[in-house]
């Protein structure tokens, strides 16, 4: 026997967001693999130069610029799920470092806001109810943002109905 509601509802809207990396780790590979090399050849002529601390600091620069990458490819792991049905809008956001967040709304009493800006777009996407305000999508680019909001508001939309 099947546990659970016998008649689900219907998902209105369902979305993963993640934040975009556009270099993969090929490519993290072959841009580490240039700088180092370069800055290597560079290091070593000025070592032939006789200015041998310089040596040193191009490879502090390839190490601070691969540690740059880490950090931004740590914080890639964060996502957020979104999914709203007729009685239940819900959201959980997970951190870099794994914690969850989960916050359930009910989609007739909440409202969608966002935050324009004439040369950016849209900059915000919140959803509130009750005094609740939660941000979604806080690491999307703008066009990315826009389009949360058109979707998200037109499922809440058809969850009001």
Not at 103 to 116: A, G, H, I, S, Y
Request: aromatic share 12%; hydrophobic share 50%; proline share 6%.
């Amino acid at each position: 026997m099947q546990k659970g509601n016998p008649f689900p509802e219907p998902v209105l809207f369902e979305a993963r967001l993640s934040p975009h990396r556009s270099l993969s780790s090929t490519g993290f590979a072959i841009v580490m693999g240039v700088l180092a090399g370069v800055s290597f050849v560079v290091g070593v002529s000025f070592l032939m130069m006789g200015a041998w601390p310089v040596f040193g600091f191009f490879g502090l620069d390839v190490a601070l610029v691969w540690l740059a990458f880490r950090v931004n490819y740590r914080d890639a792991r964060a996502y957020e799920d979104i999914r709203v049905t007729p009685s239940v809008l819900s959201v959980r956001q997970v951190s870099a470092k794994g914690a969850a967040r989960e916050t359930d709304f009910n989609p007739r009493w909440v409202r969608l806001e966002k935050t324009e800006d004439a040369l950016y777009g849209v900059t915000r996407v919140a959803l509130l109810s009750r005094g609740i305000l939660l941000i979604v999508g806080a690491f999307l680019p703008p066009l990315y943002k826009s389009e949360l909001a058109k979707h998200l508001g037109a499922a809440i939309a058809a969850a009001k109905r």
